[in-house]
Nanobody
């Protein structure tokens, strides 16, 4: 049974930091590129950051460049998103995404973790 379980969200003040985690199970984690997406109320889901299956390459949306860092630990089947200098506009539900490097249509999603940036 495939599972992606996000954690680490919460309420934080502007300028604060959070570290999101996504624990994967039920598939060969090292065969999958991993990404973080987010969706704010009334808006479309958008890519935040991605990392290749071996962790060798990362990419970021402009909104997070210089503030967010994606990383993964293939031994722990976990992907992380370190978020610093958080802004109110970062408030959203954050989702973990896994995409097979062998078949791009094989995609899994987590249930999401809420991040709220507010004073």
């Amino acid at each position: 049974q495939v599972q992606l379980v996000e954690s680490g969200g919460g309420l934080v003040q502007p300028g604060g930091s959070l570290r999101l985690s996504c624990a994967a199970s039920g598939f060969t984690f090292s065969w999958y590129a991993m990404s973080w997406y987010r969706q704010a109320p009334g808006k479309e889901r958008e890519l935040v950051a991605g990392i290749t299956s071996n962790g060798g390459n990362t990419n970021y949306a402009d909104s997070g460049k210089g503030r967010f860092t994606i990383s993964r630990d293939n031994a722990k089947n976990t992907v992380y998103l370190q978020m610093n200098s958080l802004k109110p506009e970062d408030t959203a539900m954050y989702y973990c995404n896994a995409k097979s490097k062998f078949r791009e249509t094989l995609i899994y999603w987590g249930q999401g973790t809420q991040v709220t940036v507010s004073s």
